[in-house]
């Protein structure tokens, strides 16, 4: 039996799938007896035939026959009888004592010339989730006669209702119908070791081909508008392939509606569940994957002790394929990568010879899915890029003709490759077959040259894996003018890789159209769901009060071994350790991270972001509008595993997107300056014209750079011009500082005790001259200042104490509630940003790295919401924003976070810097002239607070107190008369000298068993 759809097609419903016809026996205890019997038997029994007989009382829902068995002359005889009532059992005639062990099995020594058994089965409604015997149908898909352990040629007649047509395994089928009944005959010339059974009152239209194969459907009367495509697709795609392959198989092929939601597919005939007869897309897709196991899994079967190729194959010559013919093979392929990095994890992989049975659609089966359809379907992929099309093709068509009608291997398909190939592909086999992992890839000593006038690119290709792979892996550089290609042969851990080019290139890729299987890096891996189904450790977490809307979702969610727990029983160490998702998008842990996303209030949604606080975690935002919302959606969520948004309105997905991701391992190299036409560019005025409008003006600054406060003050004077109501937000105050401000403005105290009552050089510290001049504006014109920044402890604490969560309880009170830490680029920014200041023992995952994203966060969510709070007080106000440039990025920091907060026209104005400047990140730069504050008085010593006065602890290099005779120890109590207690003190008061001129210092300096001496010092700043 083969499963319906690959791994990559779409999937809604439950089925079970495997290439082995009898491997649907899973959920029977004697599984293992079966596969090791069928693979030792299989051949030496082929001799084994025996005719079956069945009726069928639907209305009783039981079925009733004899099986009457000949085996070959000196071979035993054992059947599986498990789930049958035997009625009685005669050997040459002679009626024997009904023997069944405990497994099911019962067994016949060497010797009998024919065992026949009288049987019968009762399915009552509901019990069974593929098979079913009533009115509205017959489907026999589990065991429902006795089952020999080997292979027969099976004759089956079947008596069914007058109405009812019937399908089986079957090269000939013929009826006759009398006394309100039918009897249906099926004769096939192979062997089977099941043999499955449908019947229903059904409409038949059959149709021969000109090779002569009868083509049927088999629908449903409320479903015959689909019978005619169904029809025309089965035949297009049986022509396809035996031009690919070889003639077809058989005699027939039927394409068979089922009552039941399966995806079946037998020698001669798929079976396909009635709603998915009805998806568009599956006549186009899934309904060619199903012929073609006509050619590999029915006619060439599996050797299962070698593992199971023909999935793999399958899914490479119908899916990819078909992916090819819409120009898509390259998403087709990166799609199996995600897939596959999503869902294998060290903990659970296996190698590609070791896969042998598809599963089911759970969770468990999930990962050994995309090692023997995705990850085996690329080795065919690569196997054709080394043999090249039309060996890879030759290659094929031998290896079906020698091994049609016998189960073959792995080491089959080597044979046939190695000599269509004249070639031994033995190395190749053997890696790709024999080892778990896949290749990882790098790039090191990236380095462009420019020699005799020609661009040189030189990098190694560098391999994680131990030992290394040998393959072949494209590289294409991008000069900007065309695309050069070179394929590089790795057959070592570090592979030296050059290029000669004609222009400078600025970018590169590795396997940009994914033809290699490899690890993906992290910019090629999009969020999508089935990277929460393949996570090691899941939680949900559940909002308050969504108990009941969630609760449908709890057995789905005890299927995937995800933890749930409430808001008051989460660890929140585990919200950076584990998988997440969140039901409900209204939990303080969920807004903590992305604040209140933008999902729609009807239905169900999913979508899946980056874990802010992990990389290479995901998070799962859910909302549904109702409990009955989520249960008509639960069950479907395992078939759409590559979406990271998804949307569902009773039950009918309405939406789905995948995400935007890199396509192959790209690097920048050389990125040429932008640039402006001078003629273009507008003057200041037409500039402050043109963005007066606008609310909140950002004026963004190299905290050090006199020229980006410069642009500051004169934004801030033209805005205050065309808007008298204007006011100023500054990052270089804290909240607590706010009482000073506003008593600064208002003139109700100078600029000294303004300068010690807001703390200014202890919370900020950089040169009070350059905000001096906004300040002096601000004061003179009343207008208002808004301290943006959060208390500096409160920062601090978060990073150094375990993030958020280690703050004291009334202070997360305090904060910004909403906080969103997973807008695009913004983790990434951030992890630059540490990365340089953390050296060469940076971890990306290191607690310390996610308390810098929340402290970041917390940051800028600080000051947009001071920013939102003083606009939405004043609705007439003007703003003028005056903050480091990483906190005014258009993209991800302060501004986005405003306008989720208070939808109104925002502006970014930066100076021109060093490097590339996006849209994403200003709206407007200015090109401004050098501007340089004149060097800072200084006295040239280093201070620390003793006893309530500065003391000297040392001097810096030509240091004018040093050079006035001033000592370590000696404590300052005067300048220029003005007493100072503080360093600060001493800071504001030098804020009023000028570099180079002479200031009075008073100090005490303590002598050994003799009063301090009291001195004054004439000091050159």
Known sequence: ????????????????????????????????????????????????????????????????????????????????????????????????EVRIGEDGLLPFEAGPQTVEIAFSKKIEPGTSSSS?????????????????????????????????????????ISWQQADGRKKVSFTFAQPRT???????????????????????????PEDQEFAQVYGAKTRDYLARYEKLIGPYPYKRY??????LPTGFAMPTFTLLGQS????????????????????????????????????????YLADQAYAADKGEEVDFRKGQLIKYQSLVRADNTMTAAEFKDAGDHGTASQASRAVGYNKVS??????????????????????????????????????????????DLTPFFDQWLTRPDVPALSVQKLKLDIKDGTPELTFDLVQQNNPPYQFTVPVQVNTGREMVRQDVAVNGARTQVSFALDTLPPTMEIDPDYDLMRRLVPDELPAVWSRFLGGAEKLAVLADGGEEIYAPLRPVLEEMNCAVVTESELNKQDLRLKTLLFLGTGSRASLGLFARPALPATGFTLEVRENPLASGLVAVLMQAESREQVAAAARKLSHYGKYGYLHFEDGRNTEKRVPESDYGIGYFIDQPPRGAAVAKSLDFEAIMDQVADSRVIYVGETHVNQADHLLQFRVLQAIHQRHPETAVGMEMFNRSSQAALDAYVKGEIDERQFLKDAHYFKNWGYDYRHYRDILQYARLHQLPVIALNLDKDIVSNTFRNGGIAGLAPEIQQTLPQERDLSMPGYRQRLVQVFQSHSGPHFNENDQKMANFVESQALWDETMSQAIADYLTAHPQARMIIIAGSGHVVKENAIPPRVARRIPIEQTVMVNVQPGSLTTDEADYIFFSGQVNLPPAPMLGVMLAEKGGNPVIEGFSP??????????????????????????????ISLLYKEHGSKVRVKALRPVFLLPDALLDFEVQL
């Not at 292979?151 to 009812?164: K, M, R």
């Not at 006509?294 to 194959?313: I, K, M, R, T």
Request: charged share 20%.
């Open 1 to 96: 039996m083969h499963s319906c759809f690959s791994p990559s097609s779409h999937k809604v419903f439950e089925m079970k799938s495997a290439c082995h016809p009898a491997l649907f026996f899973l959920s029977l205890l004697f599984f293992l007896s079966l596969v090791s019997l069928f693979a030792v038997k299989s051949a030496s029994a082929a001799g084994l035939r025996f005719d079956l007989s069945v009726s069928f009382d639907p209305a009783a829902h039981v079925l009733r026959g004899t099986a009457r068995f000949n085996p070959a002359p000196g071979e035993p005889l054992t059947l599986q009888t498990g789930g049958l009532e035997i009625a009685g059992v005669t050997a040459d005639g002679e009626k024997q």
């Open 132 to 172: 079913m015997i009533d009115s509205q149908g017959i489907v026999l898909l589990d065991l429902w006669y006795p089952v020999p352990l080997q292979s027969a040629l099976v004759s089956l007649t079947a008596e069914i209702p007058a109405d009812f047509s019937a399908i089986s395994e079957a090269d000939d």
């Open 194 to 220: 099941f043999v499955h059974f449908i019947a229903g009152p059904y409409q038949v239209q059959e149709e021969v081909t000109a090779g002569g194969t009868v083509v049927a459907t088999y629908f449903f």
């Open 254 to 259: 039927s394409v068979v509606e089922n009552r």
């Open 276 to 315: 998915v007869v009805r998806l568009p897309f599956i006549s186009e897709t899934s309904l060619g994957h199903e012929v073609l196991h006509s050619w590999f899994g029915n006619a060439v079967g599996v050797d299962y002790q070698q593992g199971n190729w023909c999935e793999g194959l399958t899914t």
């Open 378 to 423: 690329m080795i065919f992929h690569m196997l054709r890029k080394k043999v090249g099309d039309e060996v890879f093709y030759a290659a094929l068509r031998d290896f079906y003709q020698a091994n049609k009608f016998r189960q073959a291997s792995w080491h089959d398909i080597k044979e046939s490759f190695s000599q269509a190939a004249a070639a």
């Open 958 to 987: 030509n240091s004018g107190a040093e050079a006035a005779g001033m000592k370590k120890g000696d404590v300052v109590l005067a300048l220029d008369g003005q007493e100072v207690h503080t360093v600060d003190d001493i800071k």
